[in-house]
């Protein structure tokens, strides 16, 4: 499956989240201020160049299991995730 992350809205409802385009020591607080932002239910499709596996383990630390995590695409240079908020 392959998603455009420079779109502001994929026809599938799906917010990109491009973290190739934000500086990498704003990377975490922009990506946990997306996640903030979503209404259960949404999903925030993220898109880097590598796997964040420190990344999601702060996420699972934080939000205790409600964002559930789901890769695209997991390929050298490019790393798809949807990340799904669910209800409290």
Known sequence: MSHDCSLPKGPD???PFD????????????IFGAI?????????RFCNDHDP???LAQI???YQGRVKVAYV???PGQ???DFLLSAA
């Open 73 to 75: 695409a997991r390929e």
């Open 19 to 30: 973290a190739r385009g934000v500086a990498k020591r704003f990377r975490h607080a922009a």
């Open 53 to 55: 596996l420190p990344l």
């Open 79 to 81: 790393v798809v995730i």
């Open 13 to 15: 409802g799906i917010y």
């Open 36 to 44: 903030d932002a979503l209404y259960p239910g949404e999903i925030m």
């Open 60 to 62: 699972d630390q934080r």
